[in-house]
């Protein structure tokens, strides 16, 4: 039998097309089968469910390119199901899980653990990302081209740095044969070694060692000259300092194929949110300072930093309630990074229409998935946003099982109201 749904009354936005204007869509059997203010005013199919839009806007459901879970190996703090319906929450319809686990997503078995526990359990998409290299340890590489074909959408060390350029090299050059994107996190081990918090004044202050943003860039720039020696595809996970925005933009310039990611609490949060030695705000990369954070969004806002992550990375209370320095780095945001991305908005720093192509279109682009376009023919994976809509995200609200959230007691403007994955209605706000 053949399901239609109509959403109508919206204010349509695709960055894949550049479309931005008032009209409906029609889902039919999970896919986008009409959209535009041509079917506006067209009717719909008889038997058609119709969704009043009410002038919300409509984007293509936000792929989030780095989530770390506790499956398997540590449930407690976050499971792929939980994940999923966080995402959902969030207006997250497609997300790239970190091999980050335990044991480590490193071999043929454990990808297909992923994606079956993903088909039988999860409400959005998920798909792994493949250690890339033996337990994360930086030493000897996994087997590529099986974990590739086994369904790993990119290969990446997880929170740990590659150190090694030698084995680098030979991975670059190895991804680049099979198509595939190697994202990395660059943090030099001795640069900076034991720094909880951005270097500076304030770390004085609080008396806590401090990170230097050369421990981002020296590896960064090291990186980025191989990528461009071995004409891999480069990722930079996680930047936290605009000069890594620069050095990744004159990497391009230069013919290399790289690009870059920021974490939603880089860019709208800096190292005073941690006043009274917070855990909550302990990250890796640290919060920089806010001129750091206010040229990170010019950048954004430019293109030179091309998507925005949440960084969800799940922890319990015996992690983060401890000593600033003593507690787990790490945050949750799968459910906060599109009302913390709409402050950008509202604040007239950055786009809608940027917003929304640095949280769907690039990522699904970079990483070539099925999504980020609400083109006919498309899965038809929306987000429904009212913009406007006030809320206070209280730690209740959260469907994370863990709750270690730097924007506990937030006000936020604009939130999801409805997520819609292949046509199924998975969140609704009522």
């Known amino acids: 039998m053949t399901r239609t749904i109509v959403l109508k009354n919206l204010r349509i936005l695709d960055p894949s097309r550049n479309l931005d204007e008032n009209g409906s869509i029609v889902i039919e059997n999970g896919r986008i089968a009409a959209i535009g203010s041509g079917v506006q005013n067209q009717g719909a199919p ?149 720094g ?21 860039l020296v590896p960064l720039e090291r990186d980025l000259r191989i990528a461009a020696l071995t004409r891999a595809k480069y990722h930079a996970a996680q930047i936290s300092v605009p000069e890594s925005a620069e050095a990744v933009k004159i990497a391009r310039e230069r013919g290399a194929n790289v690009t870059c990611a920021a974490s939603i609490n880089h860019l709208t949060l800096n190292e005073n949110d941690i006043g009274e030695y917070r855990t909550f705000f302990k990250l890796s990369p640290p919060l920089r300072g806010e001129d750091d954070r206010k040229a990170m969004v010019d950048a954004l806002a430019r293109g030179e930093i091309d998507i925005i992550v949440s960084s969800h990375d799940p922890q319990d209370v015996d992690t983060k309630r401890l000593p600033f320095a003593d507690a787990a780095d790490g945050a949750i945001g799968l459910e906060t990074m599109l009302a913390a991305a709409l402050r950008l908005h509202h604040s007239g ?82």
């Not at 730690?395 to 994370?400: A, L, T």
């Open 46 to 194: 008889e038997g058609a469910e119709i969704v009043d839009g009410r002038g919300m806007i409509a984007a293509p459901g936000l792929v989030d390119a780095r989530v770390f879970t506790g499956e398997p190996g540590g449930e407690h703090r976050e499971t792929i199901e939980s994940a999923a319906r966080a995402a959902a929450a969030g207006g997250v319809t497609t997300f790239i899980v970190m091999p980050d686990t335990d044991p480590v997503i490193d071999d043929i078995a454990l990808v297909e653990f992923v994606l079956k526990a993903a088909r039988d359990k999860a409400i959005v998409n998920v798909h792994p990302a493949a250690a890339l290299t033996k337990h994360l340890a930086g030493e000897e590489m996994t087997e590529f081209g099986l974990l590739r074909d086994a369904g790993a959408v990119a290969f990446t060390n997880g929170r740990n740095p590659m150190h090694n350029a030698q084995v680098l090299r030979r991975a670059m050059t190895y991804a680049r044969e099979f198509g595939s994107v190697i994202a990395l996190e660059t943090r030099d081990k001795h640069l900076g070694a034991g």
């Open 196 to 216: 909880v918090m951005n270097e500076g004044l304030l770390a004085s202050w609080l008396g806590l060692s401090g990170t230097p943003r050369e421990a981002e």
């Open 349 to 430: 720093e950055v786009p809608l229409m940027r917003l929304i192509d640095a949280l769907s279109t690039r990522p699904a682009k970079i990483f070539g998935l099925d999504a980020g376009t609400l083109a006919p023919g498309a899965r038809a994976d929306i987000v429904l946003i009212d913009v406007d809509e006030p809320w206070l995200a209280t730690k209740d609200c959260f469907v994370s099982r863990s709750k270690n959230t730097p924007f506990e007691d937030a006000r936020f403007t604009g939130r999801a109201v409805s997520t819609y994955v292949a046509g199924e209605r998975v969140h609704s706000l009522g």
